[in-house]
């Protein structure tokens, strides 16, 4: 039995993982699929493919793609899910801040340096037309971190996965002003360059299983109440979230990668443009 290690974030895209892992699918290919929730996110998963405490990771597609260009020894194997991440641009509910114009020039909270919530403020200042070089940041690690941070005034808007962040909105801690989707699928798998070196048919029997769970997700019966009740969310917004989701069995295209290369190099956060062969590998 070959024992890996996988990382991913805390949330309802990732449920696929853990039910093919209690329901023996791994183990039934002799895999022991070990996996990690990395509230923290992206950056931090960067971080764990680099150090070698995770052998694959579950990723944000333009994290993981602006990490491996500055040298991250992993590639991506495969579109997790095809559809864009809606991400909700956030304020404390007794904020001033009523429009998105009201944030130009405000801080924003981020997990970490080089994750989504740092990247896709990027991608919304650009929207709004804002100057990208005044961007302010305040790390804050997690969601948790986030609340800490619009509360006490530390930051001033915070953007996470729209439906995720739901509930405190509905708790009433959060407000959201806006959205802001990914110009591209929203997830990627990452695995580290030394396994797809030494073990590629690990990997593809890995890929061949979770594949199979995630093109028959939305039909197991009651799935949505099953996802409201482990991630704290009415039954109403995790039907609307299904219904925008798009899981994938397909690769990275080269028009997908330059998608996000010439966007990341456009908004500064990456100062070359990698190849194909360097961030993508099809296996």
């Known amino acids: 039995m070959k024992t890996l290690k996988i990382a991913g974030v805390p949330e309802?895209?990732?449920?696929?993982?853990?039910?093919?892992?209690?329901?023996?699918?791994?183990?039934?290919?002799?895999?022991?699929?070990q996996w990690t929730d990395v509230p923290e996110g992206t950056g931090k998963m960067c971080q764990m493919l680099r150090d070698g405490t995770t052998d694959i990771a579950v990723i944000l597609t333009e994290g993981i793609v602006k990490d491996i260009v500055a040298g991250n020894p992993s590639k991506i194997v495969q579109v997790y899910v095809q559809s864009p991440l809606i991400w909700g641009i956030h304020v404390a509910a007794n904020s001033s801040y009523k429009t998105l114009a009201d944030l130009e020039n405000t801080k924003a909270a981020i997990s970490r340096l080089g994750s989504g919530s740092q990247l896709m403020a990027y991608v919304n200042a650009n929207n709004q037309g804002w100057k990208t070089d005044n961007l302010q940041f305040e790390i804050v690690n997690t969601i948790d971190g986030a609340v800490e941070a619009l509360t006490a005034g530390t930051a001033d808007y915070f953007m996470w996965e729209r439906f995720m962040t739901k509930p405190l909105v509905d708790q009433g801690i959060f407000r959201r002003i806006g959205d802001c989707p990914t110009p591209w699928p929203c997830f990627v798998i990452a695995v580290r360059d030394e396994l797809l070196?030494?073990?590629?048919?690990?990997?593809?029997?890995?890929?061949?299983?979770?594949?199979?769970?995630?093109?028959?997700?939305?039909?197991?019966?009651?799935?949505?109440?099953?996802?409201?009740?482990?991630?704290?969310?009415?039954?109403?917004?995790?039907?609307?979230?299904?219904?925008?989701?798009?899981?994938?069995?397909?690769?990275?295209?080269?028009?997908?990668?330059?998608?996000?290369?010439?966007q990341l190099f456009q908004l500064k956060l990456i100062n070359k443009i990698g190849t194909f062969d360097e961030i993508v590998k099809q296996i």
């Open 197 to 262: 070196e030494n073990n590629p048919e690990i990997v593809k029997n890995i890929l061949s299983v979770i594949n199979k769970t995630t093109e028959t997700f939305k039909d197991i019966p009651n799935i949505d109440e099953s996802l409201a009740a482990t991630f704290n969310q009415k039954n109403a917004d995790i039907q609307e979230w299904l219904s925008l989701t798009e899981w994938s069995s397909q690769p990275l295209t080269i028009k997908m990668l330059n998608n996000v290369q010439n």
């Open 12 to 33: 309802h895209f990732n449920l696929p993982w853990q039910l093919s892992i209690e329901n023996g699918d791994f183990e039934a290919q002799n895999i022991n699929l």
